[in-house]
């Protein structure tokens, strides 16, 4: 149990186009879910989190109106990037979570990590 | 202020050896998680232990055993008789407002054969 996916796992786009990536928990519902990015060789950077039918709330310095986050049901999350550009080009990673009144897997109060999404901007 | 401190850059250990992952927290909370994620090469995230402020209980799980100790504020990750597969970038986690987690830099491990 404690599934997530992401699709697609790599993508390649031209600069000034824009590119969307799923999350999906499969086998549970998620109260909320989260988006990361990893620059190489580092950690995990939180992007924003969002909650099913709410907006997302982003961290500090992440653009929002470039990184556009839809929770349009408690299993699915899209995390949009728009007008790409080089710099933008990363491992982004999604996670879910679930609240109170889970059982005993997955965990509550965890978040449970999709495979990533390479993008390349050229 | 919340922070995980994983001051093992690189650690390299040849293949049926004992090693220790050290991770330091700092946390004004009372009630906290801290978290263990494996990161292979192929770069998914592999939750492999949670644990409560509360319950400072170490924890086996076959070649895998945890060390809490809020006394000094660490929760260190130990791989007894370790393999190959044991390769991987080894995140100490902690969570904070909202349930968000803040990683530290984490532990590449390299098992050599």
């Known amino acids: 149990g404690a599934v997530v996916s992401q699709h697609p796992s790599w993508v390649i786009c031209k600069s000034g186009t824009s590119v969307k990536i799923e999350c999906r928990s499969l086998?549970?519902?998620?109260?909320?879910m989260f988006w990361y990015r990893q620059f190489p060789k580092q950690s995990l950077m939180l992007m924003a989190t969002s909650n099913e039918g709410s907006k997302a709330t982003y961290e500090q310095g992440v653009e929002k109106d470039k990184f556009l986050i839809n929770h349009a049901s408690l299993t699915l999350s899209t995390l949009t990037v728009t007008s790409a550009h080089p710099e933008d080009s990363s491992f982004y990673i999604c996670?879910?979570?679930?609240?109170?009144?889970?059982?005993?897997?997955?965990?509550?109060?965890?978040?449970?990590f999709g495979p990533g999404t390479r993008l390349t901007v050229l | 202020a919340q922070k995980v401190t994983q001051a093992q850059t690189e650690i390299s250990v040849v293949e049926k050896e004992d090693v220790t992952l050290d991770c330091v927290y700092e946390t004004r909370d009372t009630t906290y998680y801290l978290f263990w994620y494996k990161q292979p090469p192929s770069g998914e995230l592999v939750f492999l232990i949670r644990?409560?402020?509360?319950?400072?209980q170490n924890e086996i799980s076959g070649r895998y055993s945890w060390n809490f100790q809020k006394s000094t504020s660490s929760f260190n990750f130990t791989i007894t008789a370790s393999q190959v597969v044991d390769s991987a970038v080894y995140f100490c986690?902690?969570?904070?407002?909202?349930?968000?987690?803040?990683f530290g830099s984490g532990t590449r491990l390299s098992i050599r054969p």
């Open positions: 996670s879910a979570r679930v609240g109170a009144g889970g059982g005993a897997r997955p965990l509550t109060d965890t978040q449970y």
């Open positions: 986690a902690l969570s904070y407002s909202a349930s968000k987690i803040i």
């Open positions: 644990r409560n402020s509360f319950d400072e």
């Open positions: 086998d549970f519902q998620a109260t909320t």
